[in-house]
């Protein structure tokens, strides 16, 4: 079993960068693919970004460019940079680990793009 926590989320105007953390405990986050998704109220959850086991990445079109995932062992956790933020991306951000069938969430992160 595997416990994910988000954190880094907050308030931020437009242009700006937050960097969010999912942090694993009870596993190394190592051995997981590890996505972020966001969801808008209302909404179902999107995919934003995702990095493999071997570190390969993908983004949504929508973020590419301006996103940036990566691991930080040390740390066991995975981030999620954030530059040139946008209103549109104001959501809940969380983080989901998958190995195999096995498929952990956390509790997410809101993450607020306002003037």
């Known amino acids: 079993q595997v416990q994910l926590g988000e954190s880094g989320g907050g308030l931020v105007q437009p242009g700006g960068s937050l960097r969010l953390s999912c942090a694993a405990t009870g596993s190394m986050i190592s051995v997981f693919s590890v996505e972020w998704y966001r969801q808008y109220p209302e909404k179902q959850r999107e995919l934003v970004a995702r990095?493999?086991?071997?570190?390969?990445?993908f983004y949504v079109g929508s973020v590419k460019g301006r996103f940036t995932i990566s691991r930080d062992n040390a740390k066991n956790a995975v981030l999620l940079q954030m530059n040139s933020l946008k209103p549109e991306d104001t959501a809940v951000y969380y983080c989901?680990?998958?190995?195999?069938?096995?498929?952990?969430w956390g509790q997410g992160t809101h993450v607020t793009v306002s003037s």
């Open positions: 990095i493999t086991v071997g570190g390969s990445t």
């Open positions: 989901k680990a998958t190995l195999g069938n096995y498929q952990f």
